[in-house]
């Protein structure tokens, strides 16, 4: 019923940059958190960001600033700004977003992943 879709994943050189999108889609009461995770061949799915409806951010340690993490609430969207980009930062990245279908009902929903890719 919920369904979020994530893009702007992709090869890049150490330093560079790239710009993550994720829109939430179908029958949506309220989005509250939303964030991003990753997850590396062989690692635990982690969490990058987050944010709250309020524009309130999270960051984890290893990706102070260097992310920023923002949301158009209007949209329903949600964006990571990734600069400084780093060989250990290669993961799929994952959406996440916690989604009210009524005023009542709540639930964690997750994207199918984009591949951000830091090689030279």
């Known amino acids: 019923q919920v369904q979020l879709v994530e893009s702007g994943g992709g090869l890049v050189q150490p330093g560079g940059s790239l710009r993550l999108s994720c829109a939430a889609t179908?029958?949506?009461?309220?989005?509250?958190?939303m964030g991003w995770y990753r997850q590396a061949p062989g690692k635990q799915r982690e969490m990058v960001a987050q944010?709250?409806?309020?524009?309130?951010?999270n960051y984890a340690d290893s990706v102070k600033d260097r992310f920023t993490i923002s949301r158009n609430n209007a949209k329903n969207m949600v964006y990571l700004q990734m600069d400084s980009l780093k060989p250990e930062d290669t993961a799929v990245y994952y959406c996440n977003a916690n989604v009210y279908t009524d005023m009542w009902t709540g639930d964690g929903y997750w994207g199918q992943g984009t591949q951000v890719t830091v090689s030279s």
């Open positions: 179908g029958t949506i009461f309220r989005v509250n958190i």
């Open positions: 944010i709250t409806s309020s524009g309130r951010p």
